[in-house]
Structures are given as structure tokens and as C-alpha cells.
Nanobody, 127 residues
Framework: QVQLVESGGGYVQAGGSLRLSCAAS????????MAWFRQAPGKEREFVAG????????YSGDSVKGRFTISRDIAKNTVYLQMNSLTPEDTAVYYC????????????????????WGQGTQVTVSS
């Protein structure tokens, strides 16, 4: 069983930055693919970024490529999402997810394959 707790959300002006954290309890990151998703009101949950179990591969969604970066600190059992050059379109609830399936070197963009989810943290970007 894995428990995920997000933090770091908040209110920021367009062009600003935020760093989200996802603290995990349970097995280490080497057992799970980690990802960030987001969901805005009235929209489907969207893949934002992912990190393979091996830590060797990272993937970003098209809408955040070049602006958002996922990373992890194994010693702290924490995954981060650094978000730069934020726009109002980035406003959403951001979720951390962990998935036990797949291989160690790729990341699925489908929310359906992730087994554990955090409670979400709100990010609001004003224009």
C-alpha cells in the first residue's frame, strides 16, 4: 500500500513558478512509476509529467513541455513537479500518482493504469 500526499499548491500570477511535492509512504520509488496529472473544472484528467521506475526516463505532456520538470529525491521518498512560466491555463487540481505495472523504463500517460493517488493540491494562476 502506498500513500501519497501532495503539497505546494497555491495562488500565483502568470509567469510565476511553483514547486509541488508528493511525499510517499510505503515501498520506494524503484517499485513504482510516478506521475503528475491535473484536472480543471469540466475537463478530463490530463497527464502532466512522469518518471520511470528506474529514474532514467522522464516524460512531459505537450501542453507543459519545456516549462514543467518532474524529479525525485529517493532519500526523502518525494517526487517534485517544478512549474515555470505558469499561465492561467495551468489552473487545476494537481494529483500525484503511482503505478506498479509496466516496465522500469517507460511511463504511461493513461490515468487508468495508476494504482495510487494523492488527494490533490489546487494551483491557481491569475492573469
Amino acid at each position: 500500500q502506498v500513500q501519497l500526499v501532495e503539497s505546494g499548491g497555491g495562488y500565483v500570477q502568470a509567469g510565476g513558478s511553483l514547486r509541488l511535492s508528493c511525499a510517499a509512504s510505503g515501498p520506494t520509488f524503484s517499485s513504482y512509476t510516478m506521475a503528475w496529472f491535473r484536472q480543471a473544472p469540466g475537463k478530463e484528467r490530463e497527464f502532466v509529467a512522469g518518471l520511470s521506475r528506474s529514474g532514467s526516463s522522464t516524460y512531459s505532456g505537450d501542453s507543459v513541455k519545456g516549462r514543467f520538470t518532474i524529479s525525485r529525491d529517493i532519500a526523502k521518498n518525494t517526487v517534485y513537479l517544478q512549474m515555470n512560466s505558469l499561465t492561467p491555463e495551468d489552473t487545476a487540481v494537481y494529483y500525484c500518482a503511482a503505478g506498479a505495472g509496466g516496465n522500469s523504463f517507460t511511463v504511461s500517460r493513461s490515468a487508468a493504469v495508476y494504482d495510487y493517488w494523492g488527494q490533490g493540491t489546487q494551483v491557481t494562476v491569475s492573469s
